[in-house]
């Protein structure tokens, strides 16, 4: 018998990237989905994104920032709660109904797929130890087996880190399906994971789905507030780049005197990012 299961992940406000994978997953046709966390924050979307991910009826595993937004709903406001810097976090939060809060706290933290015949799979947002604590090709052998070796399943699929993983070890297998709404491995495509289970095994297919990203840009200007957070403006330049932006330019600031929430210190980290590589991690150090 042969099986096709999907996971996707880290969607994280972006429409036009979920309708594009949910378009090549209508196409495929598996017979299970299972959305792996973080459908909502940093893009500009998470409400249409949530209610469309509800409308699929497919499984959804709590992330890292569904938790987040819950702890600021919860009234647990850190100071920076009303900077202009959160401003996009605010708003996802202000935006949601209690109903689609309550829908978020019931969330399982993970769903494990077990098909007769083939090596069972659990299906977390970070790692079996904690939500943000995401698999990479970055991780030694080590930390890998210390990651995953706790799972009673074989096979581990991990998000969080928004780049495609997949390492066997000792008998474990740790996989990670990528990013639907914004990618970090230098490729701008909405990414998910498409496993074919036959034969006593499993066969995986990183599938990158190509998309027009103007939608999405169009949606952060109706925003209205791209001038005002400058955090909207790096959430956009990682969809833009495929590339994780935010780290790299509170250092970028702070090497160099700069307000991180002004749009002049956002023109200068553009200007002196625009040559790099998609895809590369990126480290400042003083300019001096």
């Not at 987040?68 to 919860?74: D, E, H």
């Amino acid at each position: 018998m042969r099986v096709r299961i999907a996971v996707l992940a880290d969607i994280h406000g972006n429409l036009p990237a979920f309708e594009a994978v949910l378009a090549d997953i209508r196409r495929h046709a598996p017979d299970q989905v299972i959305v792996a966390g973080d459908v909502i924050n940093r893009g500009p979307q998470s409400q249409e994104c949530l209610q469309a991910v509800r409308a699929t009826g497919w499984p959804v595993v709590f992330g890292n920032h569904e938790e987040l937004v819950l702890k600021l709903a919860g009234g647990k406001l850190p100071e920076w709660w009303e900077s202009d810097w959160w401003l996009p976090t605010r708003r996802v939060v202000e935006s949601l109904t209690g109903e689609e809060l309550d829908y978020l706290r019931a969330l399982p933290w993970h769903h494990v797929v077990r098909v007769p015949g083939l090596p069972a799979i659990r299906i977390v947002h970070g790692s079996p130890r904690a939500l943000n604590d995401g698999l990479g090709f970055w991780m030694t052998d080590e930390e890998l087996l210390d990651a995953i070796g706790g799972a009673e399943e074989p096979i581990v699929i991990g998000a969080h880190t928004h780049r495609p993983f997949d390492r066997q070890l000792n008998g474990h297998w740790a996989l990670n399906p990528g990013a639907v709404g914004a990618p970090f491995n230098g490729n701008p495509a909405a990414q998910y994971l498409l496993l074919t289970g036959e034969d006593g095994a499993w066969q995986p297919e990183f599938r990158a789905v190509p998309y027009d990203r103007a939608p999405v840009y169009d949606a952060w200007e109706r925003t209205g507030y791209l001038n005002a957070s400058m955090v909207a403006q790096v959430f956009k330049y990682e969809v833009e780049t495929a590339t994780f932006h935010l780290m790299s330019y509170v250092d970028f600031c702070e090497a160099r005197g700069l307000a991180e929430n002004a749009l002049e210190s956002f023109s200068r980290y553009r200007a002196a990012t625009q040559d790099v590589v998609p895809g590369r991690s990126l480290k400042f150090k003083p300019d001096h």
